[in-house]
């Protein structure tokens, strides 16, 4: 096989504008909360793999997610997000449009997926598009993650590809 055929058959699990990255650098840099939010985009195949574009981010000011919080207060914020998802559907004309997972801030402690996060991730994103993406601000670094039965922590990194 040559390198070409590899590249053709090749697709990331998730891609992401570099414009939606730098939002949630600045949505999330001065804070020493964890800012949530919604990823919005749309569900693709590519010879029989499943991948997902991130189009949008959703984002409520004061929209807190924490090792402290249970779910259910969880819960309360996501009701406000399913509204605004919604809304955003009706605004942009696309009724493909998917909530592809979440993203929350680190700030300062790096990126991985606490007890609370993957709980989150099993009650309100358990499809096996959806994707959490964490990010530190303070360390510059991002990470998606999604669940994996198979693996000891119940969740694992994926590659992601950035779009210009
Ligand atoms: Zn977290």
């Not at 955003?88 to 801030?105: D, M, P």
């Not at 991730?121 to 358990?126: D, L, T």
């Not at 990470?143 to 590659?159: A, E, Q, R, V």
Request: charged fraction near 25%; proline fraction near 3%; charge should be negative.
């Amino acid at each position: 096989m040559t390198l070409t055929e590899i590249e053709e058959d090749f697709v990331f699990p998730v891609y992401i504008y570099r414009d939606t990255i730098q939002k949630i650098h600045l949505l999330t840099k001065d804070f020493e909360n964890e800012i949530f939010g919604y990823l919005i985009g749309n569900i693709l195949e590519w010879k029989g793999q499943i991948y997902v574009v991130i189009e949008e981010i959703l984002f409520i000011l004061g929209a807190v997610h924490s090792d402290k919080f249970s779910t259910s207060q969880i819960e309360g914020t996501a009701g406000k997000y399913e509204k605004r998802f919604q809304r955003l559907k009706e605004k942009r004309e696309n009724e493909n449009l998917r909530i592809v997972g979440w993203w929350h801030s680190h700030p300062g402690f790096g990126c991985f997926l606490s007890t609370t996060d993957l709980k989150t991730q099993e009650y309100f994103f358990p499809e096996s598009y959806q994707v959490a993406l964490v990010n530190d601000p303070h360390q510059d670094e991002l990470k998606f993650f999604t669940l994996d039965k198979n693996s000891k922590n119940g969740y694992k990194p994926i590659n992601y590809a950035i779009l210009t």
